[in-house]
Each structure stands twice: as C-alpha cells, then as structure tokens.
C-alpha cells in the first residue's frame, strides 16, 4: 500500500530548520552553480582585453603594455580580488566534489553514505581551499 | 535518505548531457585550476604567456571545447533550476531563448579572444 505525503513546497527556505543534509547538498550546489555561471561570464569579459591588445605592437606586447597584461595585473593587484579567487576557488571545489558525489549516486554507487560523502566534501573543500591561500595570495602584497 | 534531490527530470537527454558534460568539466577545470594557479602564477599573467599556450593546437581545442561545455553545463543548470521553481509557459519560453542567445554571445566572444591570443585571423 502507497500513501502520499503533502511534504509542502520543498523550495521553502523558511522551512530551513527542517533541512537534512541532501537538501542542505542541493541548496550549495545550486548556489555555487549560479556563482560558476555568473562567474563565466564575467571571466570572459575581462578576458576579451586580449582582443584589442592584440593588435598592439610587438614591442608593447613584448614589454606588457598592451591592454590584456596591464588589466590582468591590475585586477591581480587588488587584495580584494585575490580574496575574491579564494572564494571562487572554494566555490568551484564544492561544485566539482558534490558534483561527483551526485555522479556516483547516479550510478547507484555510495546510496547508504550520502550524508557521509556530503560532509565529506565540506571539509575536503575547506582543506583544500586553506591550502591553496599562500598560492593564491601570493605577490598580492 | 529516501528522498532524491535533483533540478533536472530524471532519465532525459538534457539529464544526460548535463552529466557528460560535468565529467569532462571535472577534469578540465581541476587542470585549468592547477595550470593557471599552481604551475603559473595570477600575477605572472602576460598576453605574450597567453598567447604562447593558446598557439598549440591542443591547448586551443581543450579550451574551446572548455568554453563550450561549461556553458552548456553552466546555463543548462540554471535552466533548470528555474524550471524546478515552477517557471512554466511563455516566461519559460523568453528565457529558454534568451539563455540560449547569452550562450551564443559568450561562446561567439570566447572563441574571438582565443583567436586573438593565438594569431588566428579571425576576431
């Protein structure tokens, strides 16, 4: 015998306190998802400097003053940007490694541990994100 | 944890693709982490080092098809996540389109500005 349950709309987030861990692992990847896409563009735009710094003279490229150079270390040589890749870096981390929890749980792999693996990368996406600071900050100051 | 946390409709072509897609991005984005944060260096950036990559045919397709497969990835994802809200009917059909135009933008200026780095005549 089946019986149906009104859970209420799942998407209510003043229901928060009543979030088990696989809501809480659905409400982070979506997050990071919408940083990631957000992110991708603004990643190009900035990037689109190239266009126009390619047609500057060779020895402008050659000593870094073309456009492309000098707005990347510019933007490089703001602490708050610097900070701004530690978070981007925690954000992509979180994605990839829930990403391939919820890979494994496609395949059936891992259903009885999906609490433990979302917990699991957490706190491998906190290792990895302290880890990799002095890299990231590296020349900021 | 009987309960299945997803956006997308279990079982459908875009379902699919939005997993291939994840397992190829799995890769490329650790290794375009890893080579521009940990081999070179942000503040090392120069459009001569960019432009050097971006002139070996490898490095030039892996990225295209990065810039690609992470907008697929990226605006399918936020697609369907609007879908699962309850956006239905002619909002739903505006921003299917316009998310589809933003990704014919972003590919279009993506693949202009590897042009640019890699001497390709067309940007």
Known sequence: MSQSYNRGLIEDFGRWREFEAGMWAWIFHKFTGWVLIGYLFT??????????????????????????????????GLLLVRILEVGLLAVAVFHMLNGTRLLLTDLGIGLDAQDKSFYASLVLTGAITVASVPTFIAGAF | MAERYSSFQSGGRMWLLQRI?????????AFHFFLLHFVHHADEVSFLASSGRMEQLSYYSLMILFLVTATFHGVNGVYNALVNQGLTGTKRTVIKWTLVAASVVLIAQGI????????IGLY
């Open chain 2, 112 to 119: 202009r500005t590897a042009n640019a780095w890699a001497g």
């Open chain 2, 21 to 29: 897609t994840a397992v190829f991005l799995l890769v490329v984005l």
């Open chain 1, 43 to 76: 990643h190009i735009a900035v990037l689109s400097t190239g266009i126009p710094a390619a047609g500057a003279s060779e020895a402008a490229i050659a000593a870094g003053n073309d456009v492309y150079t000098q707005t990347i270390v510019s933007l490089e």
